[in-house]
């Protein structure tokens, strides 16, 4: 029998609604085969950070899922959902209609070339952190340690919360 695993995926989109960008995602993702969304958090918007600066601001969301697949398979599912909704190759951390991101992955560590887990940056992105903080605040993470530590040495007050 195969063992289920937690994972964690963040969602992000700064293009062509997205609000509706990311609930359309969310949806999607929990009709994948093998995978079913546990918990989900809410919306947060906040300026692009990290990447080009004239671009809009983004709504992003994060997600635990129970998962049969494999990191890699779950990887090309998460890809195939970005292509199918419409995201093309763009500048490296420019616009995008929906960005589908593994952060955690149980407590494994992944270190290869095109593939990390822990995500690479999840320690630095406060629009990831704070989502994940809101459905998981005990976390403790492989590399990184306890998530609540992370969120304390945060001094972004740019996150916000979308109301609906
Ligand atoms: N900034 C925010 N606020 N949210 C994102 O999802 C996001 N994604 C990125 C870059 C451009 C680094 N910045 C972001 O890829």
């Known amino acids: 029998m195969t063992k289920d695993a937690l994972a964690y995926i963040g969602l992000g989109s700064?293009?062509?609604d997205p609000v509706v960008?990311?609930?359309y995602a969310l949806e999607a993702l929990g009709e994948i085969?093998?995978?079913s969304i546990l918990e989900t958090s809410q919306?947060?918007?906040s300026?692009?950070?990290g990447g080009p600066a004239?671009?809009?601001d983004y709504v992003n969301a994060v997600a635990a899922l129970k998962t049969v697949l494999s990191p890699r398979n779950l990887l090309q599912k998460l890809q195939l959902?970005?292509?199918l909704q419409?995201?093309?190759r763009g500048p490296r951390w420019g616009p995008r209609i929906i960005d589908l991101d593994i952060l955690l992955y149980g407590d494994r560590i992944i270190d290869e070339k095109d593939f990390q887990v822990p995500h690479s940056c999840l320690h630095q992105r406060a629009f990831v952190l704070i989502p994940l903080f809101e459905i998981a605040p005990d976390l403790i993470m492989p590399n990184h340690g306890k998530l609540s530590r992370l969120v304390d040495s945060l001094d972004s007050d740019e996150l916000q919360l979308v109301r609906n």
């Open 14 to 16: 700064n293009l062509n």
């Open 81 to 83: 959902l970005e292509r």
């Open 47 to 49: 300026p692009a950070m």
């Open 54 to 56: 004239d671009q809009s």
């Open 21 to 23: 960008q990311v609930t």
């Open 86 to 88: 419409g995201r093309t």
């Open 43 to 45: 919306f947060y918007t």
């Open 33 to 35: 085969e093998g995978i």
